[in-house]
């Protein structure tokens, strides 16, 4: 449990915009262990998004510096970013993301085809059958509900195993009930996996699922306690 898979360091990230510069992330340092699950939080325009987003190289640190898995993020280029991503890390978003044109299931099948795996369409159809939907792999998103969509993209986020998911709200589109079928799952596939997860919501309940919480505010990390058994 104290391997680190992700480490920042003074980290800072500033981005333009109509009014000048924005500083959103300032001065952070954090450490994710491997195996761990943490919960950001902190209210609307804290950066607990744009931190998720640096860590899964999405976005790039104006300074500083962010190491995953040991590769330091900062000297990727896009393509070798996204490589980076798809053999480590599976990412969940709070809007699902899914390819509207594609069923459930070649939207599962997807980051497989890429990685070059020859029974995509076999590994795909057993992970949505992981997420309940086996029968439901020759719909189109539009003819999900959005609990059905978010099963989807957790299904594709897991489904090359990766030693990271990072989620963006992902219940923040559902309702209750639905979003806590997700997190259920979310935790499932991690435990069953062995991923690291790191989780950004705005709901203490799902936070205090994690073994450890980290509270932004105006682009800071102000505490980190470990959640409650």
């Known amino acids: 449990m104290h391997t680190p898979i992700i480490s920042l360091r003074d980290v800072h990230l500033s ?22 699950t943490v919960g950001l939080i902190g209210p609307s325009g804290s950066g607990k998004s744009s931190l998720l987003m640096l860590m899964g190289g999405l976005e790039q640190a104006s300074s500083g510096k962010v190491d995953v898995l040991g590769q330091d993020l900062s000297i990727l280029n896009e393509d070798a970013l996204a490589r980076f991503r798809r053999s480590h890390m599976g990412i969940v978003f709070q809007s699902f993301h899914l390819i509207p044109t ?23 159809r057993a992970e949505l059958a992981e997420v309940g939907l086996a029968e439901r792999g020759g719909h189109f998103p539009a003819q999900l509900s959005g609990g059905e969509q978010q099963r989807v993209a957790l299904a594709r ?29 979310l935790f499932s596939l991690r435990e069953k996996h062995g991923s690291t997860l790191v989780l950004v919501t705005h709901d203490p309940v799902l936070a205090k699922r994690c073994d450890r919480m980290i509270a932004l505010s105006d682009g800071r990390i102000v505490s980190q306690s470990e959640a409650a058994a």
């Open 15 to 36: 981005l333009p915009s109509n009014a000048g510069v924005v500083h959103i992330l300032k001065n952070v340092d954090l450490t994710v262990h491997r195996g761990e």
């Open 102 to 124: 594609m069923t459930a299931l070649e939207n599962v099948a997807t980051p497989l085809e890429l990685a070059g795996v020859k029974d995509a369409m076999e590994r795909a």
């Open 157 to 185: 986020a897991a489904v090359l195993r990766p030693n990271i998911l990072l989620a963006d709200e992902p219940t923040g589109n559902l309702d209750g009930q639905n979003g806590s079928v997700i997190m259920d799952m």
